[in-house]
């Protein structure tokens, strides 16, 4: 089992920067390719970002290519996701995923484990 706690969100006008961290416990971190989804109010869960176990790999929605930028350090290192330029459609609860098997995947039922989630609220 491996519990993913997700934080660092908050609130940001258009234009600021966020950087969210998911800590997990449990399994070795290193086992599982990381993903970032996130979930706005009255639509489905979306696909954000991804890195693979060694962090060489990473795959981004386009929607945030060249804003959000994934990653990861050793086993016990956080994985991050920095946001730049926010925009308010970038509003959502952000969720932390990990996935045993599948690497680079944007499909949310690829993922064995989730956070809570964290707020990002970006104003106008």
């Known amino acids: 089992q491996v519990q993913l706690v997700e934080s660092g969100g908050g609130l940001v006008q258009t234009g600021g920067s966020l950087r969210l961290s998911c800590t997990a416990s449990?399994?070795?971190?290193?086992?599982?390719?990381m993903g970032w989804f996130r979930q706005a109010p009255g639509k489905e869960r979306e696909f954000v970002a991804t890195?693979?176990?060694?962090?060489?790999?990473?795959y981004y929605a386009d929607s945030v290519k060249g804003r959000f930028t994934i990653s990861r350090g050793n086993a016990k290192n956080p994985v991050y996701l920095q946001m730049n330029s926010l925009k308010p459609e970038d509003t959502a609860v952000y969720y932390c995923?990990?996935?045993?098997?599948?690497?680079?995947?944007?499909?949310?039922?690829?993922?064995?484990?989730w956070g809570q989630g964290t707020q990002v609220t970006v104003s106008p």
């Open positions: 995923a990990a996935a045993r098997l599948k690497v680079n995947s944007s499909r949310s039922d690829d993922y064995d484990y």
């Open positions: 890195i693979s176990r060694s962090g060489g790999s990473t």
């Open positions: 449990g399994r070795t971190f290193s086992n599982y390719a």
